[in-house]
């Protein structure tokens, strides 16, 4: 392990215990690591995008001597106007750019959600009920009860009363089933987290004290 | 004051505390629990067994630093798997912070594993932005959203992206994410180019991806520090998400014991007229 790695495992060390700090109370030494964190990111971000887009899919393409794009200077132009909204006065010019993405985005989004989310996924919900054995007919059974139970819980044209309010009220269990099995794998994903860092200060941070002693 | 008064007014920090010590004893005294693969995990592995050696695959580095302990250490179970079967593999990102410099160290360390070569046998594209256009853009042409790989190097120049135009060149596509991401690969990728894909993501958004597995729009799945365990079991490389999954273990039994704790307290509280437990 060489000194830089050491001095980098120390430096992620202290931002880590600084971020861990919190949970005691608030203070200035998380306030410090908060602040490095985000103005870090901002940094990297912008160099980032301005080497990947700006330099690498904008001028290079547009100013090289073999078969120039010229013509990415229009979406260069239309991304220019976004800045627009920093001048009061013509802000309003950045609109003719949003417009453009909202337009693409849902172009683009429509077909897939359709083609790739939405169809797919009703085509897999409309099973025969008596399929693949006592077992599959059961999920089957359940499936499509819960699918139903669950499109009439959000159906607010007729009030949840009688049959419809009883079936209603079968997709509320679906609901909280489903909203048990997310909260506990999201317990699951937090504790995965804490437990990266952990063994990031134990097995690195406490592990390069042999390196330096 | 009596025990569940106490309790009802237990500071919040003794339950860090407590969490804190579950954590980091099994760290000390190691532990092993048994792990149980589930069928989409399987489903996952036998997909990328079942594929030509030599085939081409690519692998996402869609994970921020912050989840890493989920998700890197199926990116290193993935590559041990691919690399033993010699498959060519490129990665890429649509995460900006960190993404291209976790998708260069994982590759690269588990490469020099097996010997594979840069620009032979594996290839790091990097970051772009916009994933939309990027995941549309590359059913038409890969070079043309990755000119350049990651170091700067045009494709051109790499002899492993010389026969890899776009999807129709790649045998199968495992994502390993943090995010919604997966969904777009599923409605951009597989539904418009049919190339199949399979994931690993975080414990929070595994759920909603059951029934795309289910549907036959992903091959297989793998659900944060668990999925990862399981998948460094199948591909015989135990690392830590398996180390991690004896502590999960404990914390998880800590927690139903707190749980337990709090909703007795808020019963014998209510009894009282007060308000329960309230940590």
Known sequence: MTGIEILQIWIAAFFTLAIFSFLYRDNAVYKFAEHIFAGLSAGYYVGLIWKSVIIQQLWEPMTRADNPKWYLFIPGIIGALMFARLIPRISWVSRLALAFVMGNTAGVFIISQLHGLILPQMQDTMLPLL???FAGSLLAFITVIGVISTLVYFYFSKEHTGALGVTARVGVWFIMISFGAHFGYTVMGRVSLLIGRVYFLYNDWIGSLSHIF | MNF??????????????LVAIAVILPLIFPADFPVRITPEATQLYEAIEALPDSSVVLLTFDYYPSSTAETEPMSFAALHQLFRKDCRVFTMTTIPLGGPSIAERVTRTVAQ????QYGIDFVNLGYKANYVAVLKG?????????????SGTPLAQ???MQNIRNYKDVSFIFAVADNAIVEYWISIVNAQ?????GAGVTAVSAPKYYSFVSSGQMTGLLGGMKGAAEYEQLVSKPAIAMKGMGIQSLIHLLIIGLVLVGNIGYFFGKKKGTRGISV
């Open chain 1, 131 to 133: 399929n693949g054995g």
């Open chain 2, 4 to 17: 569940w008064d106490k309790i009802s007014s237990l500071d919040r920090r003794w339950i860090y505390l």
């Open chain 2, 113 to 116: 594993e097996y010997g594979k």
């Open chain 2, 138 to 150: 590359m059913g038409t042409s890969i070079e043309a959203i990755y000119p350049t790989d990651n």
């Open chain 2, 158 to 160: 790499l002899p492993m």
């Open chain 2, 193 to 197: 180019y049919g190339t199949p894909i």
